[in-house]
Each structure stands twice: as C-alpha cells, then as structure tokens.
C-alpha cells in the first residue's frame, strides 16, 4: 500500500471515530465492534409477496424458493443464501418484489388501509412505493409518490406500474413545494429520508466515510427540512412515518426531538407488536442492525397529528377534463371504464373519475396508457400490466413456461391472435404482443427484459 492511501485510511479512520462514530445511547460499546464487522458482509436477500388484494395469483404467499418470514413485516420472506430471487419467472412477472428486510419496517409503522391517500414524498426507486401501492389497491385509497431527482424518476414509474393499480400519481417536486397543492390532503405521509447511507456499506454501494461528522451533519439539516414539509400534507388525526438507512442518531433520534419542539399538535405512536426493536434514546423509535437482525439494518418512528377537526376535502377549484377515446390508429387494444383520460405531451394517462374530486389537474404523471415515440400511438406496458376490475384487453394469451422464459428475453412466438394482445403467464400480465400472419412480435420494453434464462418454480404447473 502506498504512503498516500495509508495517510488517507488513518485520516478517514480519525473522522469516523473509533469505530464508527458517536452511537452512545443507542448501542452498547461492545456491539459496535460487531456491528462494523458485520457491515463489511453482504445482508441476506429479502422479498415481499403481493398482497392478497393485488389480485394476483401468487398472493397466497408461496415463492419458488425455500424462505423464512421477516417477524416485524408479514408479507416479508427471508430468501435462502443459495437463491436468488431475480432470477425466478415469478419475479419478472410480479409474484414478488426484492426488497431489503430492513424497509419494510417502515410498512409496517405506516399500516395503509385500501381507502387512504397515502403519500410517499421520496419515493424512488420504488420498493415501498410499489408496496403502498398495494395496499391501497383498486378501490377508493391514492398514492402520491413524489421524487425530488427527476433521474430516478423513471425507475419509479416502472415498479408502480409492476402493481397494476393506477390510484396512484408521480410528481418530482422538492418537497417543499408540495404543501402547495396538498396542504391536508393525506392520511399517511412516508418520509424514507436522504441520508448518509450507513446500512448501504455492506451492499458496496457506500464507504465507512458515510460515518463521518460532516457528512452526518450535512443530511441531518436536510432531513430537518424535508420532515416539517412532509408534515404539512398531513390532515389532522392522520400520521407520518420518518425512516432512514442510518445508524447515526443525529439523523435519527435527533431529527425527530427536534421536529417535536418545534412542532405542535404532534406526539410519537408506539407499536406494542415491535417492542423488541425500540431504540434506547426514545419510545416509538425502532431500530434494526445487520448482526441482529439479518438486514442492512433501519430507524422508523411513527408520528400521529392529535388534532381531530378534518378539513373539507372537495376541490372547489376543478378544471374540466377529456374523456377522449384512446386512439392508436385503426386498432383497438381494449377498453377502460371510470376514468378520465388525460393528454401529457406525447403520452396518455389514466386518472380514476373519483379522484378528480380532490385533485386540481394537472397535478403530474398518472397511470400511462399510451404513449407516441413516433408518429404512431402505442399501447403503454403499464397498461398490459394492469390488474384492475376498470380495464379488459380485446385479447390476451396465456404463455406456456417455455414460451414466457423466451417472452421475458425479448424473443417473438410462434402466431396466435392478431393485434394487441396481452401476454399473460399463469394469470399475471406479462407485458405486450402484436400478433400477424406469422408470428406474435415481442413488444416487451428493453427495460423489462432479463438477459439469461429465467428460473422456474419447482412448484410449477407444467413441465418443459
């Protein structure tokens, strides 16, 4: 090792502190020597089932691979180290999602019920937005997921679209912009904060310098300003939930006793059913650590607005919009019901009629439908991969599992029907096909498709 990176270690190690920062009051002396032993490991791979209410036909809970349950969330799976999950069929075709143990702490605090709005104000990539998603399901419930970085924008719209539900809308506003429109609006607001990113070391996707005061100084002031947004959207009686992927309790702890001296009206909830993870410094506050609890680790606290008087929710102030036909030259690819359609740009969306009444449109990008690359409309893959009572495609064609593993690679099929059709593999929607004379064309989104053979479930229907 060279002069210059052994100087470097020792100034880094002297920033960090000895062994990873100040974590007095919320982990014993001892256990932090285990604990930064543990984060130079990779944590066990975890999923989340669909739900029951996604409508789909994996909801009973099986995976094609042997699993534990994760005790704090009950539609979180241990994976067994010798698998991998992402490279299941049922993964591609939305049986389950990958997602760290450790997220879906904050699921379980935030509790979402089918009728609620719910929003989600640092939403990407996904993995807890698509779960709330779920949750609010097909019926009468919404999902705001807003993304401050427009880049990671795309990333989320993809793992919504996965549910099949389209309650829900895509905004990428700084947070502090959103009370201007949704000021009240919500029953339970997520704030899965920025932060320095401690847990991620493991995964190699952050280094130990996460531990330093400067970097831990610097997100606890962001996060102090994205929580009293965040607070603004809540209607009186509703909840926030305020998690992070930090040991640091500057970013934890110390955030929340701050929002609490400077905010009125707010009290901290506790959860008898996750006792067993409260946080020393504080009741109401959990925590997970990857040499405990076989995850990359998490903070969560549950926030509840004491205040019972509930603000008219009409919009008084709606803008008339279209209920035009879908459009995509001679052909149709199927029908919706109970929605208005909304023309953005070169795209289509689909809002749900009831909706409406609390919303002032344009408010961002919902559910997609079609969209126009060209000079052609084309029917949209979130659309395909809809699950929803409001939506029938003209045709569908349940795959074979060798024809779905060749489907999720990109390849076309032998000829079937003619047109749009959805391609669907025991029971869940796939993605398109456009059927001719001689074969069915794969329009499947390169961002969809798997570059290897994907596995099968030994609990499979049928043999190849």
Known sequence: MSKQKKQHRLKQKARVGPPLGNLDGVLPSDEQVVL??????RPPKA????????????????????????????AGF???????????LEHAAGAYFIQDAGSMLALRLLDVQPHEWVADVCAAPGGKASAILEKVGPGSGFLLANEPIR???PALEFNLARVGFPRYCVTSKDPERLDLQWAQQFDAVLVDAPCTGQMLVGRGRQSFAAFSDSQVTHSAARQQRIVSAA???????????????????????????????????WCVETVSELQQWQTPRSPGGYRLYPHRDRCAGAY???????????????????????????????????????????????????LPKDIERRLEMPCGRHSEIAYRP?????????????RDEFWRPCATHELSDREAQNYIQGLSLPAGPHGWVVATWRGHPLGWLRGNKERLNNRLPASARLGFVPLLSSLGKESL
């Open 47 to 74: 999923v989340r089932v669909r739900l029951p209410q996604a409508h789909g036909p994996a909801s009973d809970g099986f995976l094609p691979f042997s699993s534990e349950p994760v005790p704090w969330y009950s």
């Open 36 to 41: 930064a032993e543990a984060l130079r490991a």
């Open 151 to 153: 880049g990671r924008v």
């Open 78 to 88: 241990f994976c067994n180290e010798t698998h991998q999950p992402g490279r299941f």
């Open 300 to 350: 969560a606290v549950r926030l509840r607005l004491t205040e019972k008087q509930f603000p008219d929710q009409t919009n008084t102030n709606k803008r008339e919009m279209k209920e035009d036909p879908l459009v995509l030259g001679e052909e149709t690819v199927g029908s919706t019901r109970g929605g208005y359609r909304i023309q953005q740009a070169n795209r289509w969306a689909e």
């Open 231 to 265: 607070a603004q959207l809540v209607r009186p009686g509703g909840r926030l939930v305020y998690s992070t992927c930090t040991f640091a309790p500057a970013e934890n702890e110390d955030v929340i006793e701050t929002f609490l001296t400077t905010h009125d009206g």
């Open 374 to 386: 060209a000079k052609q409309w084309l029917p949209s893959h979130a659309l395909a991969l809809r």
